[in-house]
């Protein structure tokens, strides 16, 4: 597998990473290649992008959260936060929120760094704002567990303060 640069992939290079990605055993090919910075580089510049496109990218996102190097790549990369808070409340639309969110509860559970970086980067007014729209009961409920999350992990640390 070519190791993917910091170059932006294209709509069709996407759809080709994704394809990867159904299968299973390719999915730690794809995460060593670069498939993380790939897939968040072209979620960071979602407003140029097609919106099934987008959320094909953050699903794939999630689904690759079960190794333990995608994670670290998430975690690693500059504006890795950035792409997962930006995806939790979509103005035009809901595809996608859902899958970040379960990103962001995968990655909150494991890193004390990450919910630190998701609650400065603006997660909790992007968990608000959904909470106000008319996305799914579904999604609503995601975005209430990730906020208690995000609660009690903060109140846990500060007792150890």
């Known amino acids: 597998m070519i190791i993917l640069q910091d170059s932006e992939l294209s709509d069709p290079g996407i759809q080709a990473l994704s394809g990867l990605c159904s299968l299973e055993s390719n999915r730690e090919s794809v995460v060593h290649s670069g498939g993380i910075t790939g897939f968040i580089t072209y979620i960071l510049n979602a407003e140029r992008r097609r919106k099934s496109l987008v959320a094909m990218a953050i699903s ?22 950035q792409a997962l808070v930006k995806m939790v409340f979509r103005v035009s639309d809901h595809e996608g929120s859902e899958s970040a969110l379960n990103s962001l509860m995968i990655l ?19 968990l608000l ?10 999604t609503k409920t995601k975005a209430r567990l990730l906020l208690k999350m995000l609660r009690s992990k903060w109140a846990e640390e500060r007792k150890h303060l």
């Open 60 to 81: 794939r996102v999630e689904q690759l959260l079960v190794l333990e190097d995608a994670k670290e790549g998430v975690v690693k990369h500059p504006n890795g936060v």
């Open 108 to 126: 909150c559970c494991d890193s004390v760094e990450f919910r630190e970086e998701a609650i400065g980067g603006g997660v909790l007014s992007q």
């Open 129 to 138: 704002l959904l909470l106000q729209s008319q996305c799914s009961n579904r």
